[in-house]
C-alpha cells in the first residue's frame, strides 16, 4: 500500500518567503526538536491527541501526538507536548494519518527503522551534494500494515527503546560530569 493512501504529506510552511505573513511570536520547530521527540522523554505525557480539524491559519503548527518527518535527515518523530505549537517549516511535513488502520508510533517506527522501507528511500533520494527525500518520493513509498494490535506493540516497543537510549546517554553525560567535578577536587 503506498503512503498517500492512509498518510495526507502536509509539507510545512515556507518562511524565506517575505510575502507571506506569520505570527512573529511562533517558534519554529528544528531538527533539534525532533531530534529531542524522537528520545521519547514525553512518553508519560498526559496531553491527549488532538484532532486535525484546523484552519488554514494554524495548519502549519506542530501538535502533540502528531507525526512530522524531516525531508533533510529522513527521520520521523511524534511532536511532544513541549514542542506542540510550533510552526512546522519546509524541511518537515506533517504525516497526518487518514484512516485509523495505521497507528501513530508503528509509522514513526516503520520510517526510521524498517528495512523496507530505509531501502526504499535509499534508492529514491534525490541530490548530488545533499542528498534528501521529495514529498513526492516520501508519499510513493510502500508500506505493509500489520494487524493494529501488532503495530500498536511494535510502536511503542520501538518509543520505549528511544527512551532508554536517550535516558542511558543522559545517565553517561551525568556520570562523566560527576567524575570530571571528583578529578577538579583532587587536583586542588
Same mark, same amino acid.
Given at each position: 500500500?503506498?503512503?498517500?493512501?492512509?498518510?495526507?504529506?502536509?509539507?510545512? /510552511?515556507?518562511?524565506? /518567503?517575505?510575502?507571506?505573513?506569520?505570527?512573529?511570536?511562533?517558534?519554529?520547530?528544528?531538527?533539534?526538536?525532533?531530534?529531542?521527540?524522537?528520545?521519547?522523554?514525553?512518553?508519560?505525557?498526559?496531553?491527549?491527541?488532538?484532532?486535525?480539524?484546523?484552519?488554514?491559519?494554524?495548519?502549519?503548527?506542530? /501538535?502533540?501526538?502528531?507525526?512530522?518527518?524531516?525531508?533533510?535527515?529522513?527521520?520521523?518523530?511524534?511532536?511532544?507536548?513541549?514542542?506542540?505549537?510550533?510552526?512546522?517549516?519546509?524541511?518537515?511535513?506533517?504525516?497526518?494519518?487518514?484512516?485509523?488502520?495505521?497507528?501513530?508510533?508503528?509509522?514513526?517506527?516503520?520510517?526510521?527503522?524498517?528495512?523496507?522501507?530505509?531501502?526504499?528511500?535509499?534508492?529514491?533520494?534525490?541530490?548530488?551534494?545533499?542528498?534528501?527525500?521529495?514529498?513526492?518520493? !516520501?508519499?510513493?513509498?510502500?508500506?505493509?500494515?500489520?494487524?493494529?494490535?501488532?503495530?500498536?506493540?511494535?510502536?511503542?516497543?520501538?518509543?520505549? !527503546?528511544?527512551? /532508554?537510549?536517550?535516558?542511558?546517554?543522559?545517565?553517561?553525560?551525568?556520570?562523566?560530569?560527576?567524575?570530571?567535578?571528583?578529578?577538579?577536587?583532587?587536583?586542588?
Amino acid at each position: 500500500m503506498k503512503l498517500e493512501d492512509i498518510v495526507t504529506v502536509k509539507i510545512g /510552511r515556507n518562511l524565506s /518567503r517575505g510575502n507571506e505573513k506569520y505570527d512573529p511570536t511562533l517558534v519554529a520547530y528544528t531538527y533539534e526538536d525532533l531530534t529531542n521527540d524522537l528520545d521519547g522523554l514525553f512518553l508519560d505525557s498526559k496531553a491527549s491527541i488532538s484532532n486535525r480539524n484546523s484552519s488554514d491559519k494554524d495548519s502549519y503548527l506542530s /501538535r502533540y501526538g502528531e507525526v512530522v518527518f524531516s525531508f533533510v535527515s529522513s527521520k520521523a518523530t511524534l511532536v511532544s507536548d513541549v514542542n506542540q505549537g510550533k510552526i512546522i517549516n519546509q524541511n518537515f511535513a506533517n504525516l497526518i494519518i487518514k484512516h485509523q488502520q495505521l497507528d501513530h508510533s508503528y509509522l514513526c517506527y516503520a520510517l526510521n527503522e524498517s528495512y523496507s522501507m530505509k531501502k526504499q528511500m535509499a534508492i529514491s533520494m534525490q541530490g548530488s551534494t545533499v542528498r534528501k527525500l521529495t514529498p513526492a518520493i !516520501l508519499k510513493s513509498l510502500d508500506m505493509k500494515l500489520p494487524s493494529m494490535e501488532k503495530q500498536q506493540m511494535i510502536g511503542k516497543a520501538y518509543l520505549n !527503546l528511544k527512551k /532508554r537510549q536517550a535516558l542511558a546517554k543522559k545517565q553517561t553525560e551525568l556520570e562523566e560530569q560527576l567524575y570530571l567535578e571528583a578529578l577538579k577536587k583532587l587536583e586542588q
